[in-house]
C-alpha cells in the first residue's frame, strides 16, 4: 500500500483513478470476509481456508503483468481483493484459539506482522532510489508466495464453541454498543483513506526522496510495534473503550499535523509516532472488544464483519472520496476532513461505547 499509489502514477494515472482503483481493492473486503468467516466457522477449519487463500492470491496478482489499462487493473484488483481478504479473519481466529485463555497476549504476536512492514517499506524505499517503482509488482509477488508457502507450516487450531447457552450472532450485532464500535471502526478506516492511498505521493511533490518516505512509513509502524510490546499491560490495566477513544482522538490529530506542517520533518517524524495510536493501540483494543461482545463459535463471522465494514468498505470510501477531493480542493482540506471524521467516531465511543454486551 504505501508504493502502489506511486506505482499507478507512475504508469500514468491521475488522482481520480488512483483513489478508484485502490477503491476496489479494498470494496472486495466487504463481501469477501463474510463468505470465508462464515466458512470458516461452518467447517472449522480455518488454516485450510487461510492457506486456499493465498495461493489464490498469488495466482489472481500474477494478472497485473499482463496488461495496465484501467479496466483490466481494476478487474485484477477486485479478484485479487476478493483472495487476499480470505486471509485475515480466519487467521485472527486462528491466533486467538491458540492464545486460548492468554487472549492479552495476542498484540505480541501481531507485532511480527509490523516488524515484516518495517523491513519490507524500509527496504523498498531504498531499492526505489535505484530502480524504477514499476519493479513493485514483481517484488510484491514473491512476498505473497513466501505468505503462502510460509501459511503450510501453521498448525490448525480447533476452536470449541462454549457449553454455555449464548445469544445468536445477529441479536449481539443489533446491540447499542457492538453498533457503536463497528461505526467507530468503519470511520476510524474512512479516515485512513488520503493515508493510505496518497501519502508517498504528498511526500514526494514536498520534495522529499523515496528513501526517506520509506524511513517515515517504517517508523511509523516502529511506533507500532513498540505499543504491541507493552499493549497486554494496557489492557489489564485501563478500560478498553476509554483506550479506544484515546487511539482515535490521537489519529485525528495526527491528521492535523500531516495536513498543516508537511514541510517540517521534526514534525512530520512526530505524526508518524502517532501511528502508535492510529493502528497498534486501536487494534489491540478493538481484537479484545471483539472478542468480550462474541463468544467463540462466533469469532470467524465477527472477524469477517468488522474486517468488511472497516477495511473493506471503510478503506474503499476514504480512499473514494479523497481521490475526488485530493486535486479538487487540495491535500490539506483532505487530511483536515480525515480528522473531522476522527472526531465523530470519538464521540460515538463516548456516547455509546463499553456498556455490557449479553453474548
Known sequence: MPYWGLYLQTIGFDAKAIGELIAILLAAKIIAPNIWGWLAD?????MVLVRFGSLLT????????????????ALIMGIFGFFWAA???PFEATTLAHLDTQAHRYSQIRLWGSVGFIITVALFGWLFKYLSVTWLPTL?????????LTSLFVPERKIVPQSIDTQSFAHIIRQQP????FLACFLMQVSHGPYYTFYSIYLEDYGYPRDLIGQL???GVIAEVGVFLVMHRLLQSYHLNNLLMISL???????VLIAYYVESLPILLFAQLLHAASFGLYHGVVMQLIRQCFANHHLGKAQALYGSLTFGAGGAIGSLVSGYTWDNVGASLTFLGAAVICSIAVWI?????????QN
Open 178 to 181: 457492538v453498533i457503536a464500535l
Open 58 to 73: 498469488v495466482l489472481s496478482f500474477l494478472g497485473v503483468f499482463v496488461e495496465q489499462s484501467y479496466l483490466w487493473l
Open 349 to 357: 465511543s463516548w456516547q455509546w461505547g463499553g456498556r455490557e454486551v
Open 249 to 255: 482522538a490521537l489519529t485525528g490529530f495526527r491528521w
Open 217 to 219: 512509513w517504517a517508523l
Open 42 to 46: 461452518r467447517t472449522g477449519h480455518y
Open 140 to 148: 510484491v509477488i514473491s512476498l505473497f508466495a513466501g505468505i503462502w
Open 87 to 89: 486471509i485475515l479473519s
